[in-house]
């Protein structure tokens, strides 16, 4: 019988029933506690203690003792053998790790266990780490990595090389637009040169939790404004740049609006974010745009100086169509401006130019 049908045709929940059923009923409490399999979160030391009025270290040893004798039962076991069997056959054939969630995703489709996630996982993670076979990395305090499962500190030391040289990679083409199209590239690149299948890059990838994708498919480190907003002034810059037009601020606000559902979006903060920023250019009546494309802050006169000074004399009508691509003013407040001696001047064939200061 295969390892996968040795388990697919018993619930796991049943099995643990009867796993446990050769400990006393202080020694099934307590594991069934820590390990929450009673349907509840795992209880620490300290909680179990209270609750049965005794310490810490002898919850400890009530412990001990009973996870000595579940193991020597485990040997036993055809069913806990084929669960372990698939565990680790799992995590052969991705590099040795896999993140938990996609992992206990696995065993439990494979399991063909068909209740709630709840039910299925804290009785996966007790078998687990009973056969020792597996080692989990389970801090919930790591801004770096996703929980995930693996079988030995190499195969750990290999995920974290491999994903430490994809993100030095990253830094290094940040000025260039890395998307979800050929971010593919960039990671397969890296993965030849760790001498990595892309499957396992790609897996390898999962447990990391400072590259992802934004939310207009810039892909990087998450501590980029540009992969992870967090404040207006960031979200208007990402709008702006995807819509490659000048927006006015109720439209930028009404944006971010749709994209941060969880947070909510106030309008003058976002046009307070917008005038301090200089990276926004006014461009009409509450439209902005980015300087970086080319637009250009000042008044029409201003604009206009800076349209001559970098393009020599032109007619007026050229004058107003460049102006125009800068800034929404009507045609009439361009050619008031364009008729100030005091700045610019005609020429015999109908050309103004800028006079020098």
Known sequence: MSSRNAV???????????????????QKEVISRRYGLDGEKPSTLQAVGKRYNITRERVRQIEAVALAFLKKKAEASPYFKSFTQLAVSRLKGLGGLE????????????????????DFENPARFLLELSGKLMSHRDKYSVDWHHFWYLGEGDKKQAHTFVDKLELTLNQKKQEVIDENNFGEVLSVVAKTSKLSELVAKNYLAISKKIGSGPFGAVGLLDWPEVNPKTARDWAYLILKKEQQPLHFSKISETISHYRKNKRTNLQTVHNELIKDDRFVLVGRGLYGLKEAGLV????????????????????????RRVKEQRFFKEGTIMINLQNRKHFECLSDGRYFLREA
């Open 99 to 118: 993140a938990e969630a996609n992992f206990l995703e696995h065993l439990k489709k494979n399991l063909n266990h068909r209740g709630p996630k709840d």
């Open 8 to 26: 697919s045709n018993n619930n796991i929940n049943s099995f643990i029933g009867d796993f446990l059923s050769g400990l006393d009923a202080r």
């Open 297 to 320: 802050p000042g008044t029409a006169r201003e604009i206009i100086a800076y349209v001559l000074k970098n393009n020599g004399p032109l007619p007026s009508r050229e004058v107003v």
